[in-house]
């Protein structure tokens, strides 16, 4: 029996993240077809997704295709546990093209076990400057870069666990008054410079303020502590999950636990030496937290890429 698309890019995606190499495994035409497959699946669901535990739920991952496989190699790969990606899939790490197709074939052939929200980074703006776009083009064309934009506008916009834990990839907004606002979002849609799409994808959380200020980014606001307790009780949801910020353990807390942020990629741009996290929510919405520390201080996975690069060459 003869493989198809989805699984033949999957086995040899994983292959080359297991043994961390830099190469191209996959040809322009097999990428677009998936995209195309991927997009229309991301539009038959909703712009706020309603999901259910037990998931597992990570930050941004940045082109660490590498770390990508491991978060998968710890957690469990699709279909054994549902994932929930909250954005930032590629720019500044040298894979974002990997990452963000192993994770859009994941989405192709588990439709209801596998969810990627919008970052502030899946935005032809943004990812025109900070390297998805030279990446693409260096690798294969200009014009591959444009299909993948016109898939991320369509990308959803925050999710919901169980009636009660708020997924988003940045936060909260002044303008966000109900959660029937997120769902009249018409997709495909680009991101403005201001207003409630802009702020689900740019906002920051911030101690030592009320409400919502100007945030030193230069776009969006940060929100204050009050600005969760109030969105949490008029909503009666319990926690709100997000990413956006790099992290020094891979997760931090806010607002007395009531919003925490989760950050996946390791070892951040080379620079930062920071852990990841990953969130996993059991069925009681119980929320446990997973560590995983820079490739090079984690012993038992080089050890297990060794064995993988022995067997498998």
């Known amino acids: 029996m003869t493989e198809n698309l989805t699984d033949s890019v999957i086995r040899r995606l994983k292959d080359l993240g297991y043994k961390g190499q830099i190469k191209t495994v996959l040809k322009e035409r097999e990428i677009k077809k998936l995209i195309l497959q991927a997009r229309q699946i991301i539009l038959s669901q909703p712009v706020l997704l309603e999901l259910k535990a037990p998931i597992n739920v990570c930050g941004d991952i940045h082109g660490q295709f590498e770390d990508l496989i491991r978060l998968f190699h710890y957690g469990g790969f699709p279909p054994e546990k549902s994932y929930l990606f909250l954005g930032d899939f590629v720019d500044r790490g040298s894979q974002g093209l990997e990452s963000v197709v192993l994770m859009l074939a994941y989405k192709v052939k588990y439709p209801d076990k596998f969810f990627m929200l919008r970052g502030n980074h899946e935005s032809w703006s943004i990812n025109r400057i900070y390297g998805f776009f030279d990446e693409c083009k260096?690798?294969?064309?200009?014009?591959?870069?444009?299909?993948?934009?016109?898939?991320?506008?369509?990308?959803?916009?925050?999710?919901?666990?169980?009636?009660?834990?708020?997924?988003?990839?940045?936060?909260?907004?002044?303008?966000?008054?109900?959660?029937?606002?997120?769902?009249?979002?018409?997709?495909?849609?680009?991101?403005?410079?201001?207003?409630?799409?802009?702020?689900?994808?740019?906002?920051?959380?911030?101690?030592?303020?009320?409400?919502?200020?100007?945030?030193?980014?230069?776009?969006?606001?940060?929100?204050?502590?009050?600005?969760?307790?109030?969105?949490?009780?008029?909503?009666?949801?319990?926690?709100?999950?997000?990413?956006?910020?790099?992290?020094?353990?891979?997760?931090?807390?806010?607002?007395?636990?009531?919003?925490?942020?989760?950050?996946?990629?390791?070892?951040?741009?080379?620079?930062?030496?920071?852990?990841?996290?990953?969130?996993?929510?059991?069925?009681s919405l119980l929320c446990s937290f997973h560590i995983l520390k820079p490739m090079e201080k984690d012993q038992t996975y080089l050890k297990i890429k060794e064995k993988y690069i022995e067997e498998n060459n």
């Open 138 to 283: 260096s690798r294969y064309s200009q014009k591959l870069w444009k299909i993948f934009s016109e898939c991320f506008e369509c990308l959803p916009l925050a999710a919901i666990v169980d009636d009660k834990i708020f997924c988003v990839h940045g936060g909260l907004s002044p303008d966000l008054t109900s959660i029937e606002q997120i769902k009249r979002i018409m997709r495909p849609t680009k991101v403005p410079d201001s207003g409630l799409l802009c702020d689900l994808l740019w906002s920051d959380p911030q101690s030592g303020i009320e409400g919502f200020d100007l945030n030193d980014r230069g776009v969006s606001y940060i929100f204050g502590k009050d600005a969760v307790e109030n969105f949490l009780e008029e909503n009666d949801f319990e926690l709100i999950i997000r990413a956006h910020q790099v992290v020094e353990n891979g997760y931090e807390f806010f607002a007395e636990r009531k919003l925490v942020t989760v950050f996946s990629a390791p070892n951040y741009c080379g620079e930062f030496d920071n852990n990841a996290g990953m969130v996993s929510i059991d069925e």
